[in-house]
């Protein structure tokens, strides 16, 4: 958003933010447990459906769970989730996406048509089809589910990026000396393509963020009532009482993903002040 | 490319895509961990009633057999019936013509809203560019794409309906408006997108020779904009709508359960829910097909209007 107008080497307020709110979640995923003032599921069955107070600073729940304490937690699940799918699928995506750029011909043909048969299913239904083979699945399903099509998008994208590298001169040269196809890929062709690999995965883990709260939010997420989208379903059931109990894991998630997206586009305008469209 | 090899190409990758969701549906059964029949039947079911299950879901027959009869099923029509028990229950096709025209319903609300606020503010935000009006619609829009589905429509609840009562709120699906709100919240997120993309389109038309033309001839500006502007800029943004329309299906699922709707996704989500997979297997099945079938025709829509798309 309205970047492009600041000059090179200059960070628009915008990107600022988006740093900010991914450093912020970042911390508190990371040392928010450690801070949490009570347990994420003890339950105190006097003190349900309360409204901030010393003791309990966001208020507590229809089980007089600590507010603040289950969304520290929270947050570090999110961020198990959605960091663990990135990694996974720009590993799996990167290495399939080099192999069909590089080699093309059979092998390119048919893993390109796997992402197209990937592509061809609505992105929530195939997550939610997976985890609704599991009568109770946890933080591993989850990473699994959301992976089997998160990597397509990275296999576009580096296949895109080698198909317009290997005929520079640095590659055509090192194949010509015989180094072998392994080296270049990983010394030659992989470095060249981290920065819109970076923009790329900015933008993927506010998605990840995004549709992990959606399948937990629809009960098929990890079987924890912590997650940030278990806590938004769980207060939608008492918006009447407590609005609160919908507003505060609603805003977290948005600003995540809010964050995320600032983030990518401040990364994009850095890298690469020409191009916009390399939204997934 | 020549037009016919481009829609053979194209039918052949969507078919392929349909056969694929197929199998990995049939396969859907045996993917289930443990055994499915004993998700079903439960811990205390004796042997005599396992085993009508069993027949019933047809796990007795072999592998190749039951994928004769899984194919037998989508081309009756009934895709399958439910267990135990089918010939009391209706077929999963019964259920799902049932649900299905809600689901429609909130698909065209989805898109209706969308594009209904996605095209003046793209617009006006590309006329003004740079003024706070492009500031305000480039925050809206980014607002729109990051705020989640699952809390959009309970914000909107709160307001519409608690608050201020204009509008039916969830679980009345059949009362008048009822379906404003669950529209809202389904198109708002490509309502951002396409809003962004009307107004690079348009900034991009507006820097045209032929528009510099149809100013230099003396037309007015408002003709300009009209006739020549928003005509060749409003192009891309029908065909990216039209594509993520099968998206929107994915986002039904959500938006129905917010607002407790009946319809495809909530009938998903309660197959899972009570271990009744050929309703899970029907619905995905349904939906992947509507899914492919949409962007298929607009693929195909669009190539015949434009032959540079058929090039790859």
């Known amino acids: 958003m309205g970047g492009g107008a600041s000059g090179q080497g200059r960070v628009s307020p915008s990107a600022k933010l988006g740093v900010v709110l991914v450093v912020a979640f970042l911390a508190v995923a990371i040392f928010g447990p450690v801070f949490a003032p009570h347990s994420p599921t003890e339950h105190d069955l006097d003190r349900i459906l309360e409204g901030p107070s010393a003791e309990h600073w966001l208020g507590t729940d229809q089980n007089g769970v600590d507010v603040l304490s289950a969304m520290l937690y929270g947050a570090r699940t999110a961020l198990i989730i959605s960091g663990s799918v990135v990694l996974a699928s720009a590993v799996i995506g990167v290495t399939l996406g080099l192999i069909a750029g590089y080699y093309g011909g059979f092998i390119d043909e048919l893993i390109m048509r796997v992402v197209d048969v990937l592509l061809a299913f609505p992105g929530i239904l195939l997550n939610i089809a997976i985890v ?96 940030w989208g278990a806590l938004l379903d769980q207060g939608t059931t008492f918006v009447w009482q407590s609005p609160r109990l919908v507003l505060i894991p609603g805003i977290a998630i948005m600003l995540v993903v809010l964050g995320a997206n600032l983030f990518g586009d401040g990364l994009r305008d850095k890298f690469d002040p020409k191009r916009y469209s390399d939204r997934p | 490319m020549s037009i016919g090899s481009f829609m053979v190409r194209r039918l052949g990758s969507s078919l392929l895509a349909i056969a694929g969701a197929s199998v990995l549906v049939f396969f859907f059964l045996h993917l289930v961990p443990g055994d499915p029949v004993h998700q079903l039947a439960g811990g205390e079911a004796t042997a005599d009633q396992r085993e009508e299950i069993e027949s019933c879901l047809h796990l007795d027959r072999s592998l190749v057999a039951q994928f004769g009869i899984f194919l037998g099923n989508i081309a009756n029509g009934t895709l399958g019936h439910q267990c135990p028990n089918p010939e009391e229950n209706p077929t999963v096709m019964e259920l799902i013509l049932e649900v299905l025209p809600y689901t429609v319903e909130l698909a065209i609300g989805g898109m209706i809203v969308a594009i209904a606020l996605a095209l003046p503010l793209g617009i006006v935000a590309a006329l003004r560019r740079g003024s706070w009006v492009d500031a305000g619609a480039a925050v809206v829009s980014l607002l729109g794409i990051s705020m989640p589905t699952m809390f959009l429509g309970p914000l909107l609840i709160i307001l519409f309906f608690v608050t201020l009562g204009w509008l039916p709120g969830p679980a009345e699906p059949d009362a008048p408006f009822a379906i404003v709100l669950p529209s809202i919240v389904l198109g708002t997120a490509l309502m951002a997108m396409l809003s962004r993309m009307t107004r690079s389109s348009l900034v991009e038309v507006m820097n045209e020779d032929y528009m510099r033309t149809a100013r230099a001839k003396g037309l007015p500006e408002r003709r300009v904009i009209l006739k020549h502007g928003l005509r060749n800029a409003l192009l891309p943004v029908i065909t990216v709508a039209g594509l993520q329309f099968g998206a929107l299906l994915g986002g039904t699922i959500i938006a129905e359960k917010v607002f407790a709707r009946p319809g495809l996704g909530t009938m998903l989500l309660e197959g899972i829910n009570e271990r009744n997979y050929p309703v899970v297997q029907g619905t995905v099945l349904v939906i992947a097909i509507a899914y492919v079938t949409v962007n298929t025709l607009v693929d195909l829509a669009y190539g015949v209007a434009d032959p540079r798309i058929r090039r790859r």
């Open chain 1, 132 to 227: 609704a083979l599991v009568a109770a699945p946890g933080i591993p399903t989850l990473v699994f589910a959301l992976t089997v099509n998160g990597w397509v998008g990275y296999a576009r994208l580096a296949r895109g990026q080698v198909l317009s590298l290997r005929e520079t001169e640095y590659v055509t040269g090192a194949r010509a000396i015989g180094v072998p196809p392994r080296l270049i890929m990983w010394r030659h062709l992989l470095p060249n393509m981290l920065a819109p690999l970076f923009v790329f995965a900015s933008f993927a883990f506010g998605g990840v963020v995004a549709v992990e709260a959606a399948l937990s939010f629809l009960g098929l997420g990890p079987q924890l009532n912590y997650t």
